[in-house]
């Protein structure tokens, strides 16, 4: 009898340690970030982080099935820009560091891939790839800043079928020594918003004036400011989707929000017919807000207050990311809504229905950071991770 009891004890514990150590030897979910959504809400692309800070850039159905890898992207390497096409057909991917200057276009269906780079480099030209593309609603066409023969950096349009190049800097007859870069294409195809700088970077650029031209070369003219000397900082300008409103990431000597010092980042609201200019006031605390967005229907902007404001911001820093309801009939805002906080990643994407918003949270370890994308209702409840469907 002792021994039946023995051997029974036995296999409890042998069963209680090949647990434990099956859930110590369990897989870690690899850390992921950047995640957005397909125009179509049927796939995702987002950022995969390996090993030795090598990084691939991966595709998976929106329920989080059926991943696979688009692109590799080497430690050395950043990713500048991930751009869906209107009709998620195609992904914009330009990448910049250690490995050179690389735009290339994939199509996702036959996972064909177009090296505009290469296109580029016999008429003496490449990305400039702190210049964010654009792409047409027809997605037929991209707009970009492209560095030329003489250094300088020129607007241009490329035909993604017939792969016909247009310089649109030497169209509009724009000045030489002055830098067009960060266009949008408006939401019906027929005109382009872009910044015009003294000196652009990364983040930015300097003394700038924000441009409207007709895609025929007609019509250009500047809107903000909109005569006189400029002073400003312009990080981009986005159409609202009726093409009504202009929302404008930038800086200026004197706003309506005099709390917040000259030079700090804010967001700005334009009306394209009257001109007329808006700060977004959601609260009187003196933060900088960052990377503003349009929610897809445009009755709502999203947007990053980033508390405390460093000189040099990185993953320790809290993002707290807003929601605000805009009226453009009368040009007036709700009271912005908190929906996360806080958030040590400066990126976020609105869900294709604009119901939801997806953000990226990193836990640190030793020297790595190990990142998940959750995911939240845009009145602030029901927060979760995206749950990705791994498998070996």
Not at 36 to 53: I, R, T
Not at 125 to 146: E, H, L, N, R, V
Request: proline share 5%.
């Amino acid at each position: 009898m002792k021994i039946v009891v023995y051997l029974i004890v036995f296999v409890l514990v042998m069963s209680i340690i090949t647990n434990n150590q099956t859930k110590t030897e369990a897989k870690e979910e690899p850390s992921v970030q950047n995640l957005q959504w397909s125009p179509d809400g049927k796939q995702v692309v987002f950022v995969e982080d390996l090993d030795k800070g090598n990084q691939a850039i991966m595709i998976a159905n929106s329920d989080g099935t059926n991943i696979w890898q688009l692109t590799f992207v080497n430690a050395a390497t950043i990713i500048d820009c991930v751009l869906w096409s209107y009709d998620s057909k195609y992904l914009l991917v330009g990448t910049s560091g250690g490995s050179g200057i690389d735009l290339k276009l994939f199509e996702l269906s036959s996972k064909k891939t177009k090296d505009i780079e290469a296109l580029l480099k016999p008429l003496k030209m490449s990305f400039a790839s702190w210049s964010t593309p654009s792409w047409s609603p027809d997605s037929k066409q991209i707009t970009f800043g492209g560095r030329v023969k003489d250094g300088e950096v020129h607007l241009l349009i490329l035909d993604i079928n017939s792969d016909n190049l247009r310089d649109l800097t030497n169209e509009f007859n724009l000045p030489l020594d002055l830098e067009e870069i960060n266009p949008d294409w408006s939401k019906d195809g027929k005109q382009l918003l872009f910044i015009l700088s003294h000196y652009s970077h990364i983040d930015y650029a300097t003394h700038a004036r924000l441009y409207l031209a007709n895609i025929d070369g007609s019509g250009l003219k500047a809107i903000w400011p909109a005569d006189g000397e400029s002073n400003h900082s312009i990080s981009y300008a986005k159409w609202s989707p009726d093409n009504k409103l202009i929302l404008i990431q930038g800086s200026h000597e004197e706003t309506e929000n005099k709390i917040i010092p000259p030079g700090m980042p804010d967001v700005f609201i334009l009306d394209v017919e009257t001109l007329k200019l808006k700060t977004i006031k959601p609260d009187s605390k003196p933060w900088p807000k960052l990377n503003a967005t349009w929610s897809p229907d445009g009755t709502k902007i999203a947007f990053m207050d980033l508390i405390p404001y460093p000189v040099n911001y990185g993953v320790d820093t809290d993002f707290f990311i807003y929601v605000l309801a805009i009226h453009d009939d009368n040009f007036s805002f709700e009271e912005a809504i908190q929906i996360a906080s806080p958030v040590n990643s400066n990126h976020y994407a609105w869900s294709p229905d604009g119901k939801q918003i997806t953000y990226d949270l990193g836990i640190s370890g030793g020297d790595n950071t190990h990142f998940s994308i959750y995911v939240v209702n845009v009145d602030g409840s029901y927060t979760h991770t995206f749950h990705f469907d791994w498998k070996d």
